[in-house]
């Protein structure tokens, strides 16, 4: 696990023993990992979830029809709505 916050850093000082879950935990809470649009496996921009989930919202429309609309999976339209995926909109 990396101990400094330089991106760019390569120094062995900077290392310390930890396994995978401890690296993605301390990554997470030091906000290092780009979120939303940021993403370059985002589907999705931070527009088109906050659009999404008002038309769910307002009813009429199904989740099944929105990923057919937004061409991605249901189950993704599922963790948008209850917000389990972009949480930070």
Known sequence: M????VPLCVNPGHLRLGTQRENAVDSALKARRPRGSHNPQ????????LALRERYAAGGVTQRQLASEY???PALVSVIVTRKYWKHI
Do not use: P
């Not at 990396?2 to 916050?5: G, I, L, S």
């Open 2 to 5: 990396h101990t400094c916050d």
């Open 42 to 49: 985002a589907k999705l921009t931070e527009g088109q979830v």
């Open 71 to 73: 061409r991605i999976s």
